[in-house]
């Protein structure tokens, strides 16, 4: 080989050794991936596997959901062939977690609970402290046995639901006592938190909780949805004062009663809820209490996002659409329908709501983002990217530079975490009056590394010349 090439190639090892270092997004936020696992099941090309997964664009995902069985107290998989590998089954959570292999940054949770699974077993077990003594030890060794980092506790309400008002204070005793044996193995412990305030006044001693728990996940959507007969959006970033439902009285509320900024993650959703109405397909229409279906998602009154992006993106479908710039929402609208004579809408989050909301819980200084589902981002990347996204930002106008398109809803995440603490840093910038002394300029990014870029350089020049010395010999 001549020195040159050996040069090269030493040099491409070393670079590539440096790069591979971070396997994970550029900046220090959590981005918490939910992702719904049953929607290995949608129709082509909707349907998701855990290998559509990117989980460089994730720092913690969580495999949602498994199940409680009560008469064991004990978590159970709610699909087994999917889940497991015993009897040729496709071993979903083993896949899951061997992507931390590959992508070290990525911490992996099961979460127990969802909406189907209702709330009462989940009384019924905390109120017991010996069942919930058996529930602790047996799930520490199911999410050991497989290879987690953790439980997502999705119980769906403490107190709702046929629920009793000791819920409470009992789940503060289950999130205590799991806390108590998560750390001899250094588990995560984090939870799915309602939104709505009469949720949270009843069913969270927010500042017990908080104690216990590692995040707080807070579900900040379906405020608005086809069962309040009329359009509504989904998750208003801002309402006006008196109104509580908005992302906004949320955070400022849980706040207020004492979680602290680090501990909570803002949920986002990667869908929207539609409608059907006879008028003209604007905000507060009467509209029928259904909604309709998207061809993936099959479900009355849910859209996903990139079940949206497809219609918006077909220049022949006749769907239009309007930004909301109080909300931070999007209002997508049908031509009317010659048979049924009406309109269809929905309202969602575009990628400029997302980016709006990054920016929001980067203000806030909260732990970070996390997401409602990755599966109904566009994951194949189908549709036009939005051009208005950083409209918002004061030191952006134009997106950066992507390499791939898909995933526009996780990658805006990403991109608008790392913006918004650049534009949060320029507005703490205090002008030096000596004007020798230098301003800051630059990225968050790029000052963070700094300091080992320089080593590396230096490593890397220390390395050229020890390798020219010994060829010269
Ligand atoms: C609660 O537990 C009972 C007894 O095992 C079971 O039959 C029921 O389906 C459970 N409820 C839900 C919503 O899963
Ligand atoms: C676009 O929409 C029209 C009208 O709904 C439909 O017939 C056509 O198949 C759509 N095109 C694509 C590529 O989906």
Known sequence: MTLPLQLSLLLGIFLLASVAARTGPAHDKVVVCYISTWAVYRPKPGDYSIE????????????????????????????????LKEEYGK???????????????????????GWNEGSKNYSTLVANPLQRGQFVKQVTSFVRKYNFDGLDLDWEYPTQRGGSPRDRENFVALTKELREEFDNYGLLLTSAIGAAKNVIDQAYDVRQISRYLDFLHIMCYDYHGSWDHKVGYNAPLMAPAVD?????????????QGAPPSKLVLGLPFYGRSFKTALQGVLDDASDGAG???????????LGYNEICISLSNKTSGWTKEWDAQTSQMLACSERSVFT??????????????????????????????????????????????EDTFADFR????????????????????????????????????VPDDSENEIPHGSIADRKNAAPAVVSFSLTCTFVYVLLQSLAH
């Open 52 to 83: 559509h997964f990117d989980p460089s664009l994730c720092t913690h995902a969580i495999y949602a959901f498994a199940g409680l069985d009560i008469v064991h107290s004990a978590i159970k998989s709610l699909d087994p062939w999917q889940d």
């Open 91 to 113: 071993g979903g959570y083993e896949r899951l977690t061997a992507l931390k292999n590959t992508h070290p940054h990525l911490k992996v949770s099961l979460a127990i609970g």
């Open 244 to 256: 509580p439902l908005s992302v906004q009285f949320t955070i400022d509320y849980l706040l207020k």
């Open 292 to 302: 309709f279906q998207g061809p993936y998602t099959r479900e009355d009154g849910f």
């Open 341 to 386: 004579q009406e309109v269809k809408v929905v309202t969602f989050d575009s990628s400029r709501s997302i980016a709006n909301k990054v920016k929001f819980a980067m203000r806030k200084r909260l732990a970070g983002v996390m997401v409602w589902s990755v599966d109904t981002d566009d994951f194949l990347g189908e549709c036009e990217l939005d």
């Open 395 to 430: 030191l952006v106008k134009t997106a950066p530079r992507r390499l791939n398109n898909n995933y526009p809803l996780l990658r805006t995440i990403n991109e608008a975490t790392t913006l918004a603490l650049e534009e949060i840093a320029a507005d703490e910038i205090v």
